[in-house]
C-alpha cells in the first residue's frame, strides 16, 4: 500500500531537549516535504527536499532541521524546541506536479 | 507571490442539500490547484485536482470543482451533502518549485 509513515504519532517533551520525527514513503516519490499546521493559518511548509541530498527552506524553517539521505526517508529535527514549535506537523512526497500523499500528521507539545 | 484564499472559516449545511467551499488563487502562469481534505486525527487526504483541461474537475467521495480562470476561484461543490462530509477542508495551489500553498482552511459541518 502507498504511504506515508510518520513517527512518533503524538510527542509531549520539554523546552531545549532534542528530538527527531520521523518520516518514510514507499512510492519512491523525489520530493518530499514537512508542513506544520496551526489553528488559522492552515499547513506552511517548514523545508523540503527535491531529492537525495538536496533540501532547501521552506516559508518557516527557523528552529528545524532536516536530512535526505535516502530517497524514502525524510527526518525533521528540532535540536532545541520551545514551546512556539507546538504544532501539528505532516511529512508529504510527491512526484513532481501531481500533488501530494501526506503523512498521519504528529502532534508536538512543548512544555 | 503565490497566495490561497479561502473566504470562509465555517460552512454548515444541511443534510442533502447542496455544498460549495470557496477558493481564490493568486499565481504566476497556468495554476496547478488542489483540494485537501482532513478528517479530525487524520491526515490529509487528496480529493481532487485541476491542472489543464475542463474546468470541471471530478474528485473522490462525489465531490467537484470548478476551475474559473476570469474570477482566479476554485471552489469545492458536491451536489447532495453528507453527515460524513463534515471535515476541514484546504485548497492550495502548487507553485513553480512543487511546493503547496495551501489556504487557511474551512470547517464544513453537516447537520442531519
Known amino acids: 500500500e502507498a504511504q506515508v509513515t510518520q513517527n512518533p504519532r503524538y510527542l509531549i517533551t520539554v523546552t531545549g531537549k532534542k528530538l527527531t520525527v520521523t518520516c518514510s514513503q514507499n512510492?519512491?516519490?523525489?520530493?518530499m516535504s514537512w508542513y506544520r499546521q496551526d489553528p488559522g493559518l492552515g499547513l506552511r511548509q517548514i523545508y523540503y527536499?527535491?531529492?537525495?541530498?538536496?533540501?532547501d527552506k521552506g516559508d518557516v524553517p527557523e528552529g528545524y532541521k532536516v536530512s535526505r539521505k535516502e530517497k524514502r526517508n525524510f527526518p525533521l529535527i528540532l535540536e532545541s524546541p520551545s514551546p512556539n514549535q507546538t504544532s501539528l506537523y505532516f511529512c508529504?512526497?510527491?512526484?513532481?506536479?501531481?500533488?501530494?500523499?501526506f503523512g498521519q500528521g504528529t502532534r508536538l507539545t512543548v512544555v | 507571490a503565490q497566495s490561497v484564499a479561502q473566504p470562509e472559516d465555517q460552512v454548515n449545511v444541511a443534510e442533502g442539500n447542496p455544498l460549495t467551499v470557496k477558493c481564490t488563487y493568486s499565481?504566476?502562469?497556468?495554476?496547478?490547484l488542489f483540494w485537501y481534505v482532513q478528517y479530525p486525527n487524520r491526515g490529509l487526504q487528496f480529493l481532487l485536482k485541476?491542472?489543464?483541461?475542463?474546468?470541471l474537475v471530478k474528485g473522490s467521495y462525489g465531490f467537484e470543482a470548478e476551475f474559473n480562470k476570469s474570477q482566479t476561484s476554485f471552489h469545492l461543490k458536491k451536489p447532495s451533502a453528507l453527515v460524513s462530509d463534515s471535515a476541514l477542508y484546504f485548497c492550495?495551489?502548487?507553485?513553480?518549485?512543487?511546493?503547496?500553498?495551501f489556504g487557511q482552511g474551512t470547517e464544513l459541518s453537516v447537520k442531519p
Open positions: 485541476y491542472i489543464t483541461g475542463d474546468n
Open positions: 508529504a512526497s510527491s512526484p513532481s506536479g501531481v500533488g501530494a500523499f
Open positions: 527536499s527535491m531529492n537525495v541530498e538536496v533540501t
Open positions: 512510492m519512491n516519490h523525489e520530493y
Open positions: 492550495a495551489v502548487r507553485d513553480l518549485g512543487g511546493k503547496l500553498i
Open positions: 499565481v504566476s502562469g497556468n495554476p496547478y
